[in-house]
């Protein structure tokens, strides 16, 4: 069998989820050059000569924590505020080409990173900011993708696949970037995850389709499996219930459980580095390796909570599952990060394993929180993306600014330990809030009753695999049943 053979006969959803998980792998390998570059930039190296003299080299920048912290929260600024408007430019423009567009943008903007560099802090500042906002429509765009490409029973898996790339690119950066930085120079940093962006852009744009209808290649009955099992029916015919959005508590569950779990990550994403290499004492390159080996893990339990949730979700309610999962991840932050609290800098070996426990602990929680927006909102996962996302994306710049104000003498570990307090403190309140009002089920403002039973009743079967057939069969029966009860109870006036 020829390698184009094996292609055509692997599920397109699949190579879509593949070609997904690559692209967050170079979003993300965009979005954290900077975290463990920076400490090359600002850290003097020493060279010691044959005759056993020790010669500093003065660093390249001499900014003050303040400003680094300016510097490493400038992408999130304007991450954060477009996410809303992403969210409703997919639905418009669709998720194909932001997401594309999205990276491609970003990986040219980053090989610009050294120029603007030399220049001085505000033009790299202003750099970062443009990054930002071409990265704000990854997320919201593909989650419409997924209200398309997704079938029920493999939701979970798909978006948790694509999730992990983004850690497995922070790994990938994180722990050869001391050494790039080391051995070559940091500019190599991003001149080398430019490179990989704008190749991926077009390996997207080329392999990729909006949706299974305008594929080239799928097969009739991939096709007719994923229309007839979408949790919800693709439509533009609806408007964006805004309010009722607005003021529903599962939605403000998601965006407390994604504000939360953010806040732990860029702890570790934009400050692990630094405590590393400044308040344990490790070198630029061994503080790269250390501060990557935590993505690692985390990487592979976001996918593995994926897979495990889809299980899980076959015998018990999508709710439970989800707080399920949720409540474990959350519980070993806490206990990982008071672990970190509590020990001394001379314990440096029992600190990466707090910090390792605490950081890949946030990946059962995005495969929770991250997919829940297709649970509830279906066709408006998007929107919902968009404002979780803006909301929850708020610790990207606030976490690096706090740490700059806090941590004046970034050698001291008791002033990183205020940090881990202040995040011990988030992830117990927002695992109260998801756990009490978090929801797994299609939520009554995002049903469309003009067509909501059209997937289930007027898809014509002559174009459909008759094992795929979407004529009454027991699945469709079930679902339409479920969905008329939840209606019919809607709809009852108060007695």
Not at 296 to 315: E, K, W
Not at 369 to 376: A, P, Q, Y
Not at 383 to 403: A, D, H, K, Q
Request: glycine share 8%.
């Amino acid at each position: 069998m020829t390698t184009w053979d094996m292609h055509k006969n692997i599920p397109k959803r699949y190579i879509l989820g593949f070609l997904a998980f690559l692209g967050f792998f170079n979003a993300f390998m965009l979005r954290s050059n900077l975290s463990i570059a920076i400490v090359s930039m600002v850290t003097p190296t020493f060279h010691i000569t044959p005759s056993n003299i020790t010669i500093i080299q003065p660093t390249g920048y001499s900014w003050s924590t303040k400003t680094q912290g300016y510097i490493l929260s400038s992408f999130f600024y304007s991450y954060a505020a477009i996410q809303i408007p992403a969210g409703f430019l997919a639905t418009v423009l669709g998720g194909r080409l932001l997401f594309g567009t999205s990276i491609g943008l970003c990986a040219l903007l980053t090989l610009l990173t050294p120029l603007c560099a030399h220049i001085g802090p505000t033009a790299l500042i202003i750099l970062r900011i443009l990054e930002g906002f071409a990265s704000g429509f990854i997320y919201p765009s593909l989650h419409f993708i997924w209200s398309k490409w997704a079938p029920k029973d493999d939701k979970s898996k798909l978006a948790t696949i694509a999730f992990s790339g983004s850690y497995f690119g922070t790994f990938v950066t994180i722990f050869l970037g001391g050494f790039i930085a080391v051995h070559w120079s940091w500019q190599w940093i991003f001149y080398l995850s430019g490179l990989s962006g704008l190749l991926w852009t077009l390996c997207w744009f080329y392999f990729s389709a909006e949706s299974p209808s305008t594929h080239l290649t799928i097969s009739e009955e991939e096709a007719a499996y994923i229309e007839a099992n979408l949790v919800h029916p693709v439509s533009r015919n609806y408007s964006i219930p805004w309010k009722d959005i607005l003021t529903s508590l599962p939605v403000w569950a998601i965006i407390a459980a994604n504000f939360g779990t953010n806040w732990c990550i860029y702890v570790m994403l934009t400050e692990l580095p630094i405590f590393l290499s400044r308040a344990l004492g490790y070198q630029v390159d061994q503080a790269g390796v250390l501060a990557g080996i935590p993505w690692l893990p985390l990487a592979v339990l976001v996918s593995a909570a994926g897979i495990i949730s889809d299980r899980l979700t076959q015998q018990h309610s999508t709710g439970y599952v989800r707080k399920l999962i949720m409540s474990i991840s959350f519980i070993f932050i806490s206990l990982a990060l008071l672990m970190v609290t509590l020990l001394d800098a001379h314990h440096r070996a029992l600190i990466i394993i707090g910090v390792i426990i605490a950081t890949s602990s946030c990946g059962p929680a995005w495969a929770s929180f991250g997919v829940n927006h297709l649970d509830i909102g279906a066709y408006y996962a998007g929107i919902l993306m968009g404002v979780s996302n803006c909301l929850g994306s708020i610790p990207g710049f606030l976490v690096p600014i706090l740490t700059g104000y806090i941590v004046e003498n970034t050698h001291i570990k008791r002033e990183w330990n205020i940090i881990f307090i202040i995040s011990i403190v988030i992830c117990v309140f927002v695992l109260m809030f998801y756990t009490s009002f978090a929801s797994g089920e299609l939520q009554p403002w995002a049903r469309v009753h003009s067509d909501e039973y059209q997937h289930v009743l007027s898809t014509p079967i002559a174009s459909r695999d008759p094992s795929q057939a979407a004529g009454l069969n027991d699945n469709n029966i079930d679902d339409l049943t479920d969905r008329l009860k939840a209606e019919i109870q809607t709809e009852q006036p108060a007695e």
